[in-house]
């Protein structure tokens, strides 16, 4: 059964604090994507990876970073924790000759105090 | 970019009434669509998705869309809902000319089955 995987289902950061939030798949998949959901604003796509040390920003970059230094796990990072970084962040991932397909992880829901 | 638009937030409908949730795009090139679901407390997961060839197509649990070129749309459908389709829904978009593995979201609808 494919999986994805993430790190913690809820966390409690303080401002100005240094957030990793940690995402693993077990398919083989070449692409990783991590996004954000709010009510009212549907999935935005922060960062995206198509490869091993590769990635891209997405919609929203601003605040956060990414790394990719294995190709099944991809960690989204937020350097200085915002209380308007409280949200939802949903990872990602798909194989290159599935269009469109993408399997979610399960969310962590990250509130920022 | 594209943009994805689904009005409605949120939709109440009986159990075993038919429903339907819209779905509009922005783009009037070629793309790909699709519906991904969104169970309580689960992550999303890909319900059905239209890329080319028959503009109807179906998921393995009842529910159906139509791609409508000339509307834009590819609203999802199902004749008969069950407590268990209780669920958020999200249309999505992508472009195959600037990068087809990424999807433009909408806002989402959530549906709710009343018995």
């Known amino acids: 059964d494919v999986k994805v995987t993430q790190s913690s289902r809820y966390l409690v950061k303080r401002t100005g604090e240094k957030v990793f939030l940690e995402c693993v798949q077990d398919m083989d998949h070449e692409n990783m994507f991590w996004y954000r959901q709010d009510p009212g604003l549907g999935l935005r796509l922060i960062y995206f990876s198509y490869d091993v040390k590769m990635k891209e920003k997405g919609d929203i970059p601003e605040g956060y970073s990414v790394s990719r230094e294995k190709k099944e796990r991809f960690s989204l990072i937020l350097e200085s924790a915002s209380t308007n970084q409280t949200s939802m962040y949903l990872c990602?991932?798909?194989?290159?000759?599935?269009?469109?397909?993408?399997?979610f992880g399960p969310g962590t829901r990250l509130t920022v105090l | 970019a594209q943009s994805v638009t689904q009005l409605d937030s949120q939709v109440p409908v009986f159990e075993e009434a038919p429903v339907e949730l819209r779905c509009n795009y922005s783009s009037s090139v070629s793309v790909y669509l699709f519906w991904y679901v969104q169970y309580p407390n689960q992550g999303l997961q890909l319900l059905l998705k239209y890329l080319s060839g028959s503009t109807l197509v179906e998921s393995i649990n009842g529910f159906e869309a139509e791609f409508n070129k000339s509307q834009t749309s590819f609203h999802l459908r199902k004749p008969s809902v069950h407590i268990s389709d209780t669920a958020e829904y999200f249309c999505?978009?992508?472009?195959?000319?600037?990068?087809?593995?990424?999807?433009?979201f909408g806002t989402g609808t959530r549906l709710t089955v009343i018995p």
């Open positions: 999505a978009v992508s472009d195959p000319s600037t990068g087809a593995n990424n999807l433009f």
């Open positions: 990602a991932s798909s194989s290159g000759d599935r269009i469109g397909e993408q399997f």
